[in-house]
Structures are given as structure tokens and as C-alpha cells.
């Protein structure tokens, strides 16, 4: 049976597929990412980081996020987004483990802050759906991309197989679904693209 590399999920995954479970503080099993999602930063986000940064240091917490800068939907300021991002960075680089990043309406103030900062750790845009245009300064910035259910199939070609990633995010359809349609999109086979994001799992410092 063929496992398929989930790298951002929201839903428990019975089933065979190494998959790392987004959560924000709830207790889980398994692999797990741990971070203040931006639409829940507000003005007390200070506080609840502190049991981010609790919960983080524990062994199965294999990534930062996800959190980051959403422009539309926003229940914090900008400044105060880009305030509890930095935090989010700072554990990153701290613990040495990937970023696990949502990003809307803000590739540029992203594309910025890693280039100020310089991170050692792993940025990952997940959920892309960007033109290729997006993805090419993304990926020249230094930063990998993760697609899921929705994504551009243009996009889906052009993004280097040494920067990709594939998830299942909320969605109700099973990943290997998800794998098979970008698979077609990129003019791979299914056991191709595994390959590829497993390497991509092992180089990034994933331990799933």
C-alpha cells in the first residue's frame, strides 16, 4: 500500500498516510505543526504564544504554524500580524524547525521579511494557489511550496520538484486524490511525485 506524504492537515488521519496535523494547541497524536493561525491573532496573541511555545518544544511537533499574514480576512491590524509572524519565526529558528506558513494578499511583505531575517528553517507557503509568476518569486526567494485540493495547474507545472509539497488542508477529498491530480497537471506519475515530496520530507528535516 502506498503511502502519500501530507505535509498540512486540519482532519486526524486514521489511515496509513504520514501526515502532520495543524493544531493550535489541542492535544494530539502523531505529527504535528503548532502555531496561531492568523485570522485567531488578536490583541491578546502574546498570551496564547506562550502555550505555543510550551507545546512546541515537544517532540512530535515537527513544525512552526501555521500562521502568517492574511490582508483579507483580518481580525488583527497588519502591524499586529506581522508582529505575531515574527514571533512564530523567531520559534522556528529557536527550535530548529520548519515554517508552515498562510499567506494571503502578502507574497511581498513575506518575500521581505526573508530576506531580512535570513531564516536557517524551512518556509513553506501552504495551500498555494498563485499564477506561476507568484510561485517562480516565491521559489526564487528561497521559500517551498505546498499545494492541496485547489491549486493552478499552470503553477503546478512550473514549481521545481526540489520545492514542492502536497496536502490535504480541510479538504474532504482523500489525498491520494489530491496526488494524482497534480501528478496529471505536472506530467508525472503518482510514485514520481511520492518520491519527490519524501525527498523533499527528508532534506527539509521532516521526520514522518
Request: glycine share 6%; with cysteine.
Amino acid at each position: 500500500m502506498m503511502k502519500y506524504p501530507d505535509i498540512h492537515t486540519h482532519k486526524r488521519k486514521e489511515d496509513a498516510h504520514p501526515a502532520i496535523l495543524s493544531t493550535q494547541g489541542e492535544p494530539a497524536y502523531g505529527a504535528i505543526s503548532t502555531g496561531i493561525h492568523p485570522w485567531y491573532v488578536d490583541n491578546g496573541w502574546k498570551e496564547k504564544f506562550h502555550t505555543i511555545e510550551e507545546l512546541a518544544k515537544a517532540q512530535n511537533v515537527v513544525a512552526i504554524g501555521e500562521c502568517g499574514i492574511d490582508k483579507v480576512r483580518m481580525t488583527a491590524t497588519f502591524e499586529t500580524q506581522v508582529e505575531a509572524f515574527r514571533a512564530h519565526i523567531a520559534l522556528s529558528e529557536r527550535l530548529q524547525k520548519p515554517l508552515i506558513i498562510h499567506c494571503v494578499k502578502a507574497y511581498e511583505t513575506t518575500i521581505a521579511l526573508h530576506k531580512e531575517i535570513k531564516p536557517q528553517q524551512t518556509w513553506i507557503i501552504h495551500a498555494f494557489r498563485g499564477k506561476p509568476q507568484q510561485a517562480s518569486q516565491l521559489v526564487k526567494a528561497g521559500l517551498y511550496l505546498s499545494l492541496g485540493e485547489h491549486f493552478n495547474e499552470e503553477s503546478a507545472r512550473c514549481i521545481p520538484g526540489d520545492r514542492l509539497f502536497i496536502e490535504s488542508d480541510d479538504s474532504e477529498i482523500p489525498i491520494e486524490n489530491i496526488y494524482s491530480a497534480i501528478a496529471s497537471a505536472r506530467g508525472c506519475s503518482v510514485e514520481e511525485l511520492i518520491r519527490t515530496v519524501q525527498e523533499n520530507l527528508t532534506q527539509c528535516g521532516f521526520n514522518l
